[in-house]
C-alpha cells in the first residue's frame, strides 16, 4: 500500500506571495493533518480534517488555510507569504479518529520564502 | 488540555551502551501516546505506541517505552544503541476523537562510535 505523499517536496517562493501543498493520504484513511515544522518552533499542528470538514485547527493565523476533498486528498494554501513561513510542512493521515489516532507521515514540502 | 514534555533536547551515547529518551505528558483524558522518529531530511516513522493495552510497548527496531500513570511518564528506552539510531525522536500524546495530536519539542539522539 502506498505511504502518504506530498507535493511538491521543495518549494521557494517570495514574499507576498500565495502556495497550494498537496497532500494525499493513504489509500482509506480518511483523516489528514497538517503540521509545520521550524528549527525554532518545533511541530506544531496547523489543522484536521476528515470527511471533507475541518474538525480541529491551531493557533495559526488566517492565511493559513486547507481543505479536503471526496477522495480524503487535501490542499493546504498560505497567502501573503511572510519569511517566518519558511518550514517544513508535514501532512499525516489515519483511518480514522477514533481510538489509538496513529499517524503516518509523508516525506514533507519543504518551503522557502525569500 | 494536553501537553508533552520531552525532558532532554539532545542525548548522546556510545555505540552498543543504552538509551534512555524521557518523556513526561499531561492530558486530562486516557492519553494514547506515540514515539516518532525522524531521521535528516525524512517525514516521521511511528516507533510504537500506547494505547491502554500493556503498559511495556516494544516497537521496532528494538525500541520499547514503559506507560507509568502514576509518574505521567512514556520513556522510551533500547537496551543497545547503533549508530543507525541517530535521529530526532518525538514523543507525542493524542486522546480519542481529537484528530490532533500535539509533539514534545524533541530530542536529538547522537552515537558515538
Known amino acids: 500500500k502506498a505511504g502518504v505523499t506530498q507535493t511538491p517536496r521543495y518549494l521557494i517562493k517570495t514574499r507576498g506571495q500565495q502556495v497550494t501543498l498537496s497532500c494525499s493520504p493513504i489509500s482509506g484513511h480518511r483523516s489528514v493533518s497538517w503540521y509545520q515544522q521550524t528549527p525554532g518552533q518545533g511541530l506544531q499542528f496547523l489543522f484536521e480534517?476528515?470527511?471533507?470538514?475541518?474538525?480541529n485547527k491551531g493557533n495559526f493565523p488566517g492565511r493559513f488555510s486547507g481543505r479536503q476533498f471526496s477522495n480524503s486528498r487535501s490542499e493546504m494554501n498560505v497567502s501573503t507569504l511572510e519569511l517566518g513561513d519558511s518550514a517544513l510542512y508535514l501532512c499525516?493521515?489515519?483511518?480514522?479518529?477514533?481510538?489509538?489516532?496513529?499517524?503516518?507521515f509523508g516525506p514533507g514540502t519543504r518551503l522557502t520564502v525569500l | 488540555a494536553q501537553s508533552v514534555t520531552q525532558l532532554d533536547s539532545h542525548v548522546s551515547v556510545s555505540e552498543g551502551t543504552p538509551v534512555l529518551l524521557r518523556c513526561n505528558y499531561s492530558s486530562s483524558y486516557s492519553p494514547s501516546l506515540f514515539w516518532y522518529v525522524q531521521h535528516p531530511n525524512k517525514g516521521l516513522q511511528l516507533l510504537l505506541k500506547y494505547t491502554s493495552a500493556a503498559t511495556l510497548v516494544k516497537g521496532i527496531n528494538g525500541f520499547e517505552a514503559e506507560f507509568k500513570k502514576s509518574e505521567t511518564s512514556f520513556h522510551l528506552t533500547k537496551p543497545s544503541a547503533h549508530m543507525s539510531d541517530a535521529a530526532e525522536y518525538f514523543c507525542?500524546?493524542?486522546?480519542?476523537?481529537?484528530?490532533?495530536?500535539?509533539f514534545g519539542d524533541g530530542t536529538t539522539l547522537t552515537v558515538k562510535p
Open positions: 499525516a493521515s489515519s483511518l480514522y479518529r477514533g481510538e489509538y489516532n496513529e499517524q503516518f
Open positions: 480534517y476528515f470527511s471533507e470538514t475541518q474538525r
Open positions: 507525542v500524546v493524542s486522546y480519542t476523537n481529537a484528530g490532533k495530536s500535539t
